[in-house]
């Protein structure tokens, strides 16, 4: 989710990007919390997010597919449970299982934990 646009500097008199000033920021679709969506010069994230798909049942259409992107399994939940009674969905791909535990809020643990809690109030 874009929470601001990139505010950039443009030429007075033709309108044409000169250069950005702020880059455009991205955070959780959940919660919002900021998350850098960039990769560091050796290919890894930044920032620990986690991403999901969605593909709709009508696939004719433009809009089959919607991109969803979260800073926790718990943010990741909380969607997911809003969308259990949408019938025009086909498939939701969800966001690989992570056993690296230095990995803040992606880790495989939190996942199972969130599954055993909704268990429990189910």
Known sequence: MKIRDAVEKRCSKCNSHIKTITP?????????????????????????????????????SDGNTSYHTFCSWKCCFRFLLKLKTRTDIDFISLPYL?????????????????????????
């Open 24 to 60: 455009e920021v991205f955070g959780c679709d959940e919660c919002q919390k900021e998350i850098d969506l960039q990769d560091d010069k050796y290919g890894n994230r930044i920032s620990p997010h986690l991403d999901i798909t969605i593909f709709y049942a009508n696939r004719e």
């Open 98 to 122: 992570s056993w690296e535990r230095d990995i803040k809020d992606e880790y495989v643990g939190d996942f199972f934990k969130l599954l055993e809690v909704s268990q429990c109030q189910t």
